[in-house]
Nanobody, 126 residues
Framework: QVQLVESGGGLVQPGGSLRLSCAIS????????IGWFRQAPGKEREGISC????????WYADSVQGRLALSRDTAKDTAYLQMNSLKPEDTAVYYC???????????????????WGQGTQVTVSS
């Protein structure tokens, strides 16, 4: 069974940093895409970034460009989302998701992904 588990969320002051982790298990495809999303109360789920396992290419939404960095550890089957210069507007539940085996997908579209983690809360407040 495919399982994704996010961790690393918490309370941080504006301007601070956090690193989120996404541990992936049970996913046998070699080439796939890992996406990161966030959802604030009362808002739709927003795609913010994704990374391809083929060549580690990354894509970032304009809202987080320059403040986020994706990486992954192949040996640990874990993806990381480094978040810097955090703003109160970044407060949300953050999710990781994976999709593979199909050509038609959108990095930032939640409907493109097949498996999801449970989410981890990030709160940016003083």
């Amino acid at each position: 069974q495919v399982q994704l588990v996010e961790s690393g969320g918490g309370l941080v002051q504006p301007g601070g940093s956090l690193r989120l982790s996404c541990a992936i298990s049970g996913f046998t495809l070699k080439h796939y895409v890992i996406g990161w999303f966030r959802q604030a109360p009362g808002k739709e789920r927003e795609g913010i970034s994704c990374i391809s396992t083929t060549d580690d290419s990354t894509w970032y939404a304009d809202s987080v460009q320059g403040r986020l960095a994706l990486s992954r550890d192949t040996a640990k089957d874990t993806a990381y989302l480094q978040m810097n210069s955090l703003k109160p507007e970044d407060t949300a539940v953050y999710y990781c998701a994976v999709v593979g085996g199909r050509a038609d997908y959108n990095c930032y579209d939640p409907d493109s992904y097949d498996y999801w983690g449970q989410g981890t809360q990030v709160t940016v407040s003083s």
